[in-house]
């Protein structure tokens, strides 16, 4: 089992950058492939980006290609997602999910196992 918690959420201005931090503690970290999802208020938890287990693969959400970066690092049991250009349409609570699946980079939320509480983020217009 992995716990995650989420920091480095906060107030920023359109246009401006923010970086999420999860630090997950347990057994094998690296065992995980790891994901960023986030939830607006009124819509459902959405994707947002992911990364495999050990050759660190990444995959996004077309509509967040070019602005939003993620990264982890097996050795700290840390995984970061990098935010540019933030817009007011990104304004969510960000949360940050493990996933035992084999192989790839998940993006499906079923297959994700453990989650984090989230952080929130607002974009101010």
């Known amino acids: 089992q992995v716990q995650q918690v989420e920091s480095g959420g906060g107030l920023v201005q359109a246009g401006g950058s923010m970086r999420l931090s999860c630090a997950a503690s347990?057994?094998?970290?690296?065992?995980?492939?790891m994901g960023w999802f986030r939830q607006a208020p009124g819509k459902e938890r959405e994707f947002v980006a992911s990364v495999s287990r050990f050759d660190h693969n990444t995959y996004y959400a077309d509509s967040l290609k070019g602005r939003f970066t993620i990264s982890r690092d097996n050795g700290q049991n840390t995984v970061h997602l990098q935010m540019a250009n933030l817009k007011a349409e990104d304004t969510a609570v960000y949360y940050c999910a493990a996933s035992l699946l084999v192989g790839g980079v998940p993006t499906r939320k079923d297959v994700y196992n453990y989650w984090g509480q989230g952080t929130q983020v607002t974009v101010s217009s």
């Open positions: 347990g057994r094998a970290f690296s065992n995980y492939a």
